[in-house]
């Protein structure tokens, strides 16, 4: 239900941007959509939370193409990344594409990605690898920026939970990014790992286990595959 008003605002700000040069419109434009991503990613991790909670999570097979994720995390991260002047740098280290449930990794991507700039300094770097194994493909975001402290390691899949929460918090989002990122991981049986240093780095690695033509979840025209290799960076 919130799905229709929020691309109706979307549209209206995009209108908004390519109407007209004055100033004071292009920026009622540009806020009206950076408030319009934001929203849409929180509610996205809102429903999601739900799905998880209610056990009506669904596993939807379809072909995963990287080059089309990159191209929707850019338009929406778009404005975290020009807020901080973020570089981020995305190598895709693949043979083949997969076959598997593409808005559930999208959604791993997306609140990782959103996470590492979130907690970075302006200007820095972030580094995503994506690359396939024998029996499983791994992801792999790191970020250059405050660390995680480590009273608060155990503490970072609880959902809800922000580090440096408080009236004084400095971060925006409701503490939901990292416990979907763990849930949609074990919905889709892989496994999730972090390490970090204070005021150095924090890099989390995703596995995810290939699904096999064989495997139950698959019907035969599931399973597709295109050769691709990118790099990308903006």
Known sequence: EFNNPLSSMLSLSTSLLNSSNDEKVTFIGQTIQEEAHQLNFQINNIITAAEIE????????????????????????????????????INILSENDFAYDREKVYRILINLISNAVEYSPNESLIEVEIFEEVDDFKILVKDYGEGI??????????????????????????????????????FLNGHIKFD????????????????????????????????FNNSSEF
Request: glycine letters at 6%.
């Open 54 to 89: 209610s056990g009506t999570l669904d596993l939807q097979i379809s072909p995963v193409d990287f080059d089309e994720i990159i191209l929707q995390l850019k338009e929406d991260l778009k404005y975290p990344i020009k807020n901080k002047n973020s570089k981020l740098n």
């Open 149 to 186: 402290q480590e009273e608060e390691k155990e503490k970072i899949f609880n959902r809800f939970y922000q580090a440096h929460s408080g009236m004084n918090r400095a971060h925006r989002g409701q503490g939901l990014g990292l416990s979907v990122i763990q849930d949609l991981v074990g």
């Open 196 to 227: 970090s240093k204070i005021n150095t780095y924090t890099i989390f690695e995703i596995t995810l286990p290939k699904l096999s033509k064989e495997s139950s979840l698959f019907d035969d025209d599931d399973f597709m595959f295109s050769d």
